[in-house]
């Protein structure tokens, strides 16, 4: 899918499609909160399925759907795996939620090639699809809301580039190889760096899976392989409280090496307010999870959305936490 232009739903044939499987199913029971006729009176149902539930990011975006959710009269069911490695797990989730045969589906992809055939079922069933976070690589899904990553890997670079002096060795503690938000991020990052910084080299390039533990080890092995190194960037938030930790057993602050992180957990948010991690990039989860929960409202009801929606995302540190449009996209 190429984002950035608006799609009409053909929602009739979608919604007869919907109308006839619920006869088998019961979808157009009105106490379900699920249905077919997105027209009708009773209350439409949106499944959101997420990359995970651990971090407080997800749940950030849990609290933005439901607001919206809420807002709109619309019943929401959230859900994820508890870890963003567990991609089976989350396959499970939407076969599920595509059998519940709810008036829209939401789904963040921690795989985008995976859930290409769960999303053909989703569209043979005739559910519509919006994408939050990460997109799978099916057209099936008609949207996406999420942070713009390259933008946000770009916006980390600069700010490393500034405190490290535009020069010196550094090295990426990333979540993921896989999925588009680990790529992005990282490749934002690296593009930006090699295209304006040449003075800066990046010496190694880790993934931790977004896991604090793994991530910690990762950090220590590569300042023990890099003693001169003088940043590290992490890409989400489990990576950054896992580099935070890491350099707290070192006895390490920002001051002895620059720690750039990505989120704003309150883990994350304590270590950069203790002077341990330099600063960090955040998103608006909140505002993820109401965007979608809005497009597949939309979609649901035969509307126009755009192709993609740019969340956002943002700088922040020590100096800037309580400025109000900074406060307004912290989750801790």
């Not at 919604?15 to 019961?26: M, V």
């Not at 990011?57 to 709109?72: C, N, R």
């Not at 910690?216 to 890099?226: E, G, P, R, V």
């Not at 940043?231 to 002895?256: C, F, P, Q, R």
Request: one cysteine or more; aromatic letters at 6%; a negative charge.
């Amino acid at each position: 899918m190429k984002y950035g232009k608006k799609i009409a739903v053909a929602a009739v044939a979608a919604l007869t499609a919907i109308s006839l499987a619920g006869c088998a199913t019961g979808k157009g029971d009105e106490s379900t909160g699920g249905g077919g006729d997105a027209g009708g009176d009773k209350q439409l149902t949106i499944d959101l399925v997420s990359k995970g539930f651990q971090h407080q990011f997800w749940q950030a975006v849990k609290t933005g759907a439901e607001q919206k959710g809420e807002e709109l009269g619309v019943t929401i069911n959230f859900e994820g795996p508890g870890s963003e490695t567990e991609i089976e797990k989350q396959l499970q989730m939407l076969q599920s939620s595509i059998a519940r045969q709810p008036d829209a589906i939401a789904y963040a992809a921690l795989d985008p090639e995976a859930c290409i055939p769960a999303l053909d079922s989703a569209d043979a069933a005739g559910i519509p699809v919006a994408y939050f976070d990460a997109p799978c690589n099916s057209e099936v899904g008609k949207t996406l809301a999420a942070t713009d990553s390259k933008v946000a890997g770009a916006l980390a670079a600069d700010h490393m580039a500034e405190l490290i002096g535009g020069a010196g060795k550094v090295g990426i503690v990333a979540h993921s190889q896989i999925n588009s938000t680990g790529v992005e991020r990282r490749d934002g990052f690296v593009e930006k760096i090699e295209a304006d910084y040449p003075d800066i080299e990046i010496v190694d390039i880790q993934y931790g899976d977004g896991d604090h533990l793994k991530s910690a080890d990762i950090t220590k092995s590569m300042l023990n392989a890099h003693p001169d190194m003088k940043g590290i960037y992490a890409t989400n938030e489990g990576s950054a409280v896992g580099v935070a930790n890491a350099l707290t057993e070192l006895g390490k602050d920002s001051s002895d090496i620059v720690a750039i992180g990505f989120d704003s957990g309150a883990a994350q948010i304590d270590a950069i307010k203790d002077g341990v991690l330099a600063g960090a990039i955040t998103q608006d989860p909140i505002g993820i999870g109401s965007t979608v929960v809005q497009a597949a409202y939309d979609l649901a009801n035969g509307e126009e959305v755009e192709e993609f929606y740019d969340t956002g995302s943002y700088w922040y540190d020590a100096n800037n936490l309580e400025d109000p449009e900074i406060a307004a996209v912290l989750y801790e």
